[in-house]
């Protein structure tokens, strides 16, 4: 072959590694700039929301310092999280597989052997001799496939999406995370806030039993009144154990979630406390960027460009392809003599490899690859609206708790007086048992219901800033 040969083909075959199978990846389009980042004009104007970006930490917003050192421990700690570090780590080996497709492989090898022909073998009928001897020998082996048609290239394109919808899958499982230590941590301090009703309500039973009871021995009382006011402290008592069972089966999940052993977190949170206060103001960024921030959807964007890559790989199978081997070595019959240059042995040369027939291989796993880049299509519109609904759910159940608070709020202060007022009028003789208890029960029913509603408002906020993709940093990107 001359220089002009070679020169052609080389010239050929760079021209040749400009073609790429298949479609190229072109990011879709998700709409979300026309969500509207705002409750409906059903409910009263509550805290104000902003259109400032979404914190990545949101928790820093209900400025306490032990929901914010659990949620650094929960990053450190958690074992879910790990293993999707782990994955990650995965995706890059993937990627270092692909990637090495389109780089040349060398090798080399060395043996020795004794052989020996056959006496009555065709060489041996030819005059070869059929003594023993040894073969020495010593190669280099190289080879190159050339990329003629994407097929490595589009192989490495999907394995980098691929490792990139691993990472967006670690930021996502970083926000679910987030927001269940959130969820389980106000559970808790509501689950406290509960109890220490019921104790307060236990010692307000305890003290309408005593002035029962002491009514009945100057005769003013009947045994009903002393026996219903008893009923009332024992029904008081009865849902204590239950609420310390759900405190201490919320620290349990708490220590979980940051990795730990059961009763973990007894002696720290134990301790009874208030709910955070709740912001002043709620961030919740432009519709626009909502897109980039939820983990999710870039992991379905990044899942969808890896099955846009599959299809060129499949695309490629069908075209030929080139690839240049070569072999350079030394053998002898003597090892002595592998030292002398007339000992070399070398090869080099294109092979090319087409395919003819495959039985309708290559055509299936064309459509094969076409159906799931439909299918991650769908996939991305789905996590787009699911998104755009989960949002949206979210203002919808911040504005209604809060216009809920306020009402449960003013009914709590007005039994508070109700009662004060019925057993005043109780000691007094001017009303009857009765109306304690109606007032008592009335008291405990609206406390019950004003716990229930801060913690689902403060619930409600967490899982708003969950469906906003609050829980980590978009900015902060990942070194590959």
């Known amino acids: 072959m001359d220089t002009l040969t070679l020169a052609g083909a080389a010239l050929c075959t760079l021209l040749l590694s400009g073609c790429v199978a298949g ?42 310092p032990v929901l914010t050192d659990l949620q650094v421990r929960a990053q450190a700690g958690n074992l879910d999280l790990k293993m999707a570090m782990e994955r990650i780590e995965q995706g890059r080996a993937q990627l270092g597989i692909a990637s090495a497709q389109l780089l040349p492989t060398v090798a080399a090898g060395a043996g020795v052997a004794r052989e020996a022909l056959s006496e009555h073998g065709k060489f041996a009928a030819l005059g070869a001799p059929s003594s023993p001897s040894d073969f020495w020998q010593v190669a280099f082996d190289a080879g190159w496939e050339i990329d003629l048609w994407g097929r490595a290239r589009r192989a490495r394109e999907g394995a980098a999406a691929a490792l990139e919808a691993t990472v967006a899958e670690r930021e996502a499982a970083r926000v679910a995370l987030a927001a269940e230590v959130g969820r389980t941590y106000l559970q808790l301090r509501g689950t406290q806030a509960q109890l220490a009703n019921a104790r307060e309500n236990q010692a307000v ?6 002035l029962t009871e002491s009514r009945r021995r100057n005769g003013v009382a009947t045994g009903f009144e002393a026996a219903t006011a008893r009923a009332q402290l024992a029904t008081t008592r009865g849902g204590i154990p239950k609420l310390v069972e759900r405190r201490n089966g919320l620290l349990n999940a708490l220590a979980l979630l940051l990795g730990d052993k059961p009763r973990a977190l007894d002696t720290t949170l134990g301790e009874a406390r208030s709910l955070p206060p709740l912001p002043a103001g709620v961030p919740l960024g432009l519709p626009s ?36 081997k070569g072999r350079f070595g030394l053998e002898a019959f003597d090892g002595g003599d592998l030292a002398s240059w007339d000992s070399r042995f070398f090869s080099v040369g294109p092979t090319v490899y087409l395919p003819i027939f ?6 299936q796993r064309l459509a094969l690859s076409e159906s799931g880049q439909k299918t991650a299509a769908l996939a991305y519109r789905k996590t787009v609206l699911q998104a755009w609904h989960e949002v949206d759910n979210a203002l919808d159940a911040w504005a209604a708790g809060q216009a809920q608070h306020a009402a449960l709020a003013e009914a709590d202060a007005q039994n508070r007086q109700a009662l004060h007022v019925a057993e005043r009028g109780y000691r007094d003789g001017a009303a009857d048992y009765l109306a304690v208890l109606t007032a008592q029960r009335n008291l405990l029913a609206g406390q019950s219901a004003l716990n229930d509603s801060t913690t689902g408002l403060t619930l409600a906020l967490v899982n708003l800033y969950k469906s906003l993709g609050g829980g980590w940093d978009p900015q902060a990107g990942d070194a590959r």
């Open 23 to 64: 479609p190229d990846f072109v990011k879709p389009e998700s709409g979300l700039g026309e969500a509207v980042l705002a409750p409906r004009p059903d409910y009263a104007a509550g805290v104000p929301a902003t259109d400032a970006a979404v914190p990545a930490q949101w928790w820093v917003l209900f400025n306490d």
């Open 205 to 210: 039973a305890e003290r309408i039993l005593g």
């Open 289 to 324: 960027a909502l897109a980039r921030r939820r983990p999710d959807i870039l992991r379905a964007e990044a899942q969808l460009h890896a099955a846009t890559a599959a299809i060129g790989v499949a695309k490629a199978d069908f075209y030929p392809r080139l690839a240049l």
């Open 358 to 363: 495959e039985g309708g291989r290559l055509t």
